[in-house]
Nanobody, 126 residues
Framework: QVQLVESGGGSVQTGGSLRLSCTASGNTYSSFCMGWFRQAPGKERERVAVIDLDGATGYADSVKGRFTISQAGTKNTVYLQMNSLKPEDTAMYYC????????????????????WGQGTQVTVSA
């Protein structure tokens, strides 16, 4: 079983920064794809960023240049550094992972991810 634990959400003003963390259970895997998703009331769930075991990343156009996804050396923790936050970034942010997949990590859809965290709220005020 895989457990994902998220932290780092909070409230900031426009232009501020937050760093989200997602820690998975300590097992080792031959491959994985981990990502951050977000969903605000009345909006569809959006894939924000993904990263694979080798460190290859992908980003939504809406966050390119502002958000950075990265891994800890253990490969069990993924971070999302969020800078230059805007009110439209306000959402519940979820960490997700899949450990068996075909194709690139960036090609995986939300329905392909098998494990999900509980989410952490990010609120950005003007």
């Amino acid at each position: 079983q895989v457990q994902l634990v998220e932290s780092g959400g909070g409230s900031v003003q426009t232009g501020g920064s937050l760093r989200l963390s997602c820690t998975a259970s300590g097992n080792t895997y031959s491959s994985f794809c981990m990502g951050w998703f977000r969903q605000a009331p009345g909006k569809e769930r959006e894939r924000v960023a993904v990263i694979d075991l080798d460190g290859a990343t992908g980003y939504a156009d809406s966050v390119k240049g502002r958000f950075t996804i990265s891994q800890a050396g253990t490969k069990n923790t993924v971070y999302l550094q969020m800078n230059s936050l805007k009110p439209e970034d306000t959402a519940m942010y979820y960490c997700a992972a899949v450990f068996s997949y075909r194709g690139g990590c960036a090609s995986q859809k939300s329905g392909d991810f098998r494990h999900w965290g509980q989410g952490t709220q990010v609120t950005v005020s003007a």
